[in-house]
């Protein structure tokens, strides 16, 4: 499990680790005091011995390089505020696979649909759904309900 900290408050840890061991402190004192594991402590020293301070230093964090640029990401957006329709869809829902669909024939990279709703979340983009609305809906009877028919049903205070 990843200590916490930042990659640069880690580093700093090595480092003062480091400096106590040099000092003479015992490997089992300077992972109390660190608060590292008397393993970690001996693979610091070892990774210093073998490759000295730069050894030591923080390093980029683990995973692959995203398949879009930033850059391509913006054009994402782009494509997406312009709605499903002006893409070929019949109705103005997006859906992930419709996401997928048009990140492979703008981009030429594939995602599987759980990939795209990770990228839309950095995007800070959010699932909207549109509002139920029947098709009988009057507004105009809804907006005169609260003046005209309410108060009549209302009981009068005593």
Known sequence: MRPTGTKQQLEIRRRVAMALLDVGW???QVARQVKASPGSVCRWRD???????TGLTAKRHPGSKPKLTAVQRQQLLVLLRQGARAHGWRNALWTLKRITALIARHFGVSYCPS?????LRRCK???QK?????????????????????????????
């Open 26 to 28: 015992g490997i089992r």
């Open 47 to 53: 990774t210093r011995t073998q490759q000295g301070e």
């Open 115 to 119: 990939g795209v709703w990770r990228l």
């Open 125 to 127: 983009w959010s699932p």
């Open 130 to 158: 549109p509002a139920r609305r029947s098709r009988e809906r009057d507004e105009d009877a809804i907006a005169q309900w609260p003046t005209d028919i309410w108060p009549q049903l209302k009981k009068s205070p005593a």
